[in-house]
């Protein structure tokens, strides 16, 4: 990322740790300072350009010494483009960083570490992006349009012309998308398009301020045509995209060995990463064992991602979400797979006191995928449920840590395991999932 590093005196420092985003930490003169660029093991060369109470931050010069982490990036962008902050680091130490602040963040904020630490589950390190939100944005000043990701810790458009973790064939999309809207009549009134890749097709959802005109629209239909795309048209919110054309076939992936099928709309919220997410979901398996015996409750169910493959192995399963439409493609789902042992309610799982009469049953086994905010809120009814396992999907390894702190010393269940999963090689983000086995 550019920074105005022509002004403050150059110092040298050590770099002692990575921080959880990305930047290296140096330690002067009692205070932490947090250099971009920089990696643990380095002696570098850097210039504060932001000084606070706590800590400083902090440009980097110029790498005396480096880590033999560090590797050549593979992307044209970086530095540039907020997409990926990590591609200067070798993907085993990324993944070696992120697996420390989960069991970092487990034992400072939670209080607990788990008895075993699982693999890191596993992906391609390249081209894993089925969903990307690309922002649009023509540029007077330079007379084109820009199509890509958001510079970091900036509002502007990143001038990016090829993206390699998009999934094949999408590479170059930030190129071809920006060349289109340059064409069309209505190119400064797209902010931006949506990708969501299925297992055999690929659909972009325009957002358009201004609805095309028939010129625009053969145009964009064209591209469609040309790259094997489907198109979709937003013309305000969620509720009003709609495909250019009326025989696309629903989008979809497939987990559990090909065994359930997941159709979804394309701006339907699935996992990023296909192969990690179909290794999720089987690791998810192993690791809760349902058995015919059991009543399974899957919180946070989504399509029913994790809801199918459980009920092809348990006696009943209960999918709760937030989102009245995903309930009912989760219905769908079920009933096009032949599952006729799940049933799926709505709710909004930050009231519990609200919930319905399915909180009124027992389960066996529990998983739980929240969002980053984590499920604090609905701990408490793990008392009345007393499952003898839970598995918890994890997007923040912070909230992980509360609710484990709260599992464990709250309600007396232990923590048996424990991992990442490398759902977004190259960023900052970490995903994990966690097992607690509940008191005898």
């Known amino acids: 990322m550019a920074r105005?590093?022509?002004?403050?005196?150059?110092?040298?420092?050590?770099?002692?740790?990575?921080?959880?985003?990305?930047?290296?930490?140096?330690?002067?003169?009692?205070?932490?300072?947090?250099?971009?660029?920089?990696?643990?093991?380095?002696?570098?060369?850097?210039?504060?350009?932001?000084?606070?109470?706590?800590?400083?931050?902090?440009?980097?010069?110029?790498?005396?010494?480096a880590s033999p982490d560090r590797v050549v990036p593979a992307c044209a962008h970086f530095g540039v483009c907020g997409g990926c902050s990590l591609q200067h680091l070798s993907p085993p130490a990324q993944l070696a960083a992120k697996e420390r602040q989960l069991l970092d963040n487990l034992q400072r904020i939670g209080r607990v570490n788990p008895e075993r630490v699982l693999p890191p589950l596993l992906g391609p390190e390249w081209a894993y992006r089925r969903r990307a939100r690309l922002g649009v944005k023509y540029v007077h000043k330079k007379g084109r349009v820009l199509a890509g990701f958001r510079e970091r810790e900036k509002p502007y458009i990143a001038d990016v012309r090829r993206c390699e973790v998009l999934q094949q064939p999408l590479a170059d999309l930030p190129r071809d998308l920006a060349a289109l809207v340059e064409t069309l009549a209505i190119r400064e009134k797209i902010p931006q398009v949506e990708v969501s890749g299925g297992?055999?097709?690929?659909?972009?959802?325009?957002?358009?301020?201004?609805?095309?005109?028939?010129?625009?629209?053969?145009?964009?239909?064209?591209?469609?045509?040309?790259?094997?795309?489907?198109?979709?048209?937003?013309?305000?919110?969620?509720?009003?995209?709609?495909?250019?054309?009326?025989?696309?076939?629903?989008?979809s992936y497939a987990v559990d060995g090909g065994r359930v099928i997941i159709e979804f709309g394309p701006v339907?919220?699935?996992?990023?990463?296909?192969?990690?997410?179909?290794?999720?979901?089987?690791?998810?398996?192993?690791?809760?064992?349902?058995?015919?015996?059991?009543?399974?409750?899957?919180?946070?169910?989504?399509?029913?991602n994790f809801t199918l493959p459980a009920a092809l192995r348990?006696?009943?399963?209960?999918?709760?979400?937030?989102?009245?439409?995903?309930?009912?493609?989760?219905?769908?789902?079920?009933?096009?797979?032949?599952?006729?042992?799940?049933?799926?309610?709505?709710?909004?799982?930050?009231?519990?006191?609200?919930?319905?009469?399915?909180?009124?049953?027992?389960?066996?086994?529990?998983?739980l995928d929240p969002p980053r905010a984590g499920a604090s809120a609905l701990l408490a009814r793990l008392a009345h449920w007393r499952p003898r396992r839970v598995v918890y999907i994890s997007c923040h390894p912070g909230s992980l840590a509360r609710d484990a702190e709260i599992l464990v010393h709250g309600q007396g269940f232990k923590l048996t395991c424990a991992g990442v999963m490398d759902m977004f090689p190259h960023t900052t983000h970490v995903e994990s999932m966690a097992v607690f086995e509940g008191p005898a």
């Open 199 to 251: 297992d055999a097709s690929i659909a972009l959802v325009f957002r358009v301020l201004e609805a095309p005109g028939d010129d625009d629209r053969l145009k964009i239909a064209a591209f469609g045509i040309e790259h094997s795309l489907q198109i979709f048209l937003q013309t305000g919110g969620l509720d009003t995209v709609r495909p250019l054309r009326s025989d696309y076939p629903p989008l």
């Open 314 to 367: 348990s006696g009943r399963v209960v999918g709760v979400e937030g989102d009245l439409a995903l309930v009912a493609k989760a219905e769908a789902n079920a009933a096009r797979n032949g599952v006729g042992n799940a049933a799926f309610f709505r709710e909004n799982l930050f009231e519990p006191a609200q919930f319905g009469p399915w909180a009124d049953a027992a389960y066996d086994l529990v998983l």
């Open 4 to 65: 105005d590093l022509s002004s403050g005196d150059i110092q040298e420092a050590d770099i002692v740790d990575l921080a959880h985003d990305g930047r290296g930490i140096a330690r002067m003169d009692g205070k932490a300072v947090f250099v971009d660029g920089a990696l643990p093991g380095e002696r570098v060369r850097l210039r504060v350009f932001k000084r606070r109470r706590q800590l400083d931050e902090a440009g980097l010069v110029e790498v005396l010494r």
């Open 268 to 304: 339907d919220f699935v996992q990023i990463n296909r192969d990690v997410n179909a290794s999720m979901v089987a690791a998810a398996m192993d690791l809760l064992m349902p058995t015919r015996d059991d009543s399974v409750l899957d919180l946070f169910c989504g399509l029913g």
